[in-house]
């Protein structure tokens, strides 16, 4: 299994993360990726992959949410990094749009999105996004980068079977699947009966989003088993072809070991 969207380097983790890593071993998790979120993470972020080095591993970008003022300055540092030989990075994320809670910043969100995905048109990296509310601008987005033969993950995916058949008509991206999948209440199991099982794969977005039986409690990225086994009752086959296809699709996309 691959974890491919996990936030322990954040201070939710700060008195166990050694443990928490030991746990993901254990559960048989292969590699951490690890979604940047803004200037502040960066330090943290690299301090674990050094840490842990070819287990996690860093991924480059503003988060949505934490588009500010000071944005262009943000994103000029950061490009900077990704420039630098021999970097650490294997994606640039975790990146989107977020115009769920504000829409202060909106038009900002928006070139910060454009300009990121043209670093990963650049420099042939991944794309991890993240997007909420507002699934018609990304799509506008995307369409006018269809022929840059981009790739990533549609993170935290939890839309219609319409909007999922919309997304990965963007070949080489798949669908990012973590623990909504288990909620008692989801769409989410009806509308992946529509997708391909190769166009998925496996994340945690710990601390958030702990799949049953963990719900309401701090996720890490052991729990992704559980991601795992409600993805196997979707298609009712066996775990080990769930993990199989995921870690297949991880590895290719992430170029990871």
Same mark, same amino acid.
């Given at each position: 299994?691959?974890?491919?969207?996990?936030?322990?380097?954040?201070?939710?983790?700060?008195?166990?993360?050694?443990?928490?890593?030991?746990?993901?071993?254990?559960?048989?998790?292969?590699?951490?990726?690890?979604?940047?979120?803004?200037?502040?993470?960066?330090?943290?972020?690299?301090?674990?992959?050094?840490?842990?080095?070819?287990?996690?591993?860093?991924?480059?970008?503003?988060?949505?949410?934490?588009?500010?003022?000071?944005?262009?300055?943000?994103?000029?540092?950061?490009?900077?990094?990704?420039?630098?030989?021999?970097?650490?990075?294997?994606?640039?994320?975790?990146?989107?749009?977020?115009?769920?809670?504000?829409?202060?910043?909106?038009?900002?969100?928006?070139?910060?999105?454009?300009?990121?995905?043209?670093?990963?048109?650049?420099?042939?990296?991944?794309?991890?996004?993240?997007?909420?509310?507002?699934?018609?601008? /990304?799509?506008? @987005?995307?369409? #006018?980068? *269809?022929?840059?033969?981009?790739?990533?993950?549609?993170?935290?995916?939890? $839309?219609? %079977?319409?909007?999922?058949?919309?997304?990965?008509?963007?070949?080489?991206?798949?669908?990012?699947?973590?623990?909504?999948?288990?909620?008692?209440?989801?769409?989410?199991?009806?509308?992946?009966?529509?997708?391909?099982?190769?166009?998925?794969?496996?994340?945690?977005?710990?601390?958030? /989003?702990?799949? @049953?039986?963990? #719900?309401? *409690?701090?996720?890490?990225?052991?729990?992704?088993?559980?991601?795992?086994? $409600?993805? %196997?009752?979707?298609?009712?086959?066996?775990?080990?072809?769930?993990?199989?296809?995921?870690?297949?699709?991880?590895?290719?996309?992430?170029?990871?070991?």
């Amino acid at each position: 299994m691959i974890d491919t969207h996990s936030h322990i380097y954040g201070p939710e983790f700060d008195e166990d993360r050694d443990l928490v890593v030991q746990r993901a071993r254990e559960a048989g998790v292969e590699h951490i990726l690890l979604p940047n979120i803004n200037a502040g993470t960066i330090p943290p972020m690299l301090d674990l992959c050094r840490q842990y080095p070819d287990y996690c591993h860093p991924m480059m970008g503003l988060h949505p949410e934490d588009v500010r003022e000071d944005w262009e300055q943000v994103l000029a540092d950061m490009w900077h990094r990704l420039q630098s030989p021999g970097h650490p990075y294997v994606a640039v994320g975790e990146v989107g749009l977020d115009f769920y809670w504000d829409q202060t910043y909106r038009q900002e969100q928006l070139e910060a999105f454009e300009q990121q995905v043209c670093w990963a048109r650049d420099l042939s990296l991944p794309l991890v996004i993240h997007s909420r509310a507002a699934h018609r601008e /990304l799509v506008d @987005v995307m369409e #006018r980068h *269809r022929a840059d033969r981009l790739t990533g993950i549609f993170h935290c995916f939890g $839309g219609t %079977a319409d909007e999922a058949r919309e997304l990965l008509s963007f070949e080489g991206f798949f669908l990012g699947i973590g623990g909504v999948l288990t909620y008692k209440k989801s769409a989410l199991p009806d509308v992946l009966r529509h997708v391909p099982l190769q166009r998925i794969v496996l994340e945690t977005d710990a601390p958030y /989003l702990a799949p @049953v039986p963990h #719900r309401g *409690r701090r996720n890490e990225s052991a729990y992704v088993c559980d991601v795992l086994q $409600g993805l %196997a009752k979707v298609y009712d086959c066996a775990p080990s072809e769930v993990d199989k296809m995921t870690t297949k699709a991880a590895k290719r996309l992430f170029n990871l070991p």
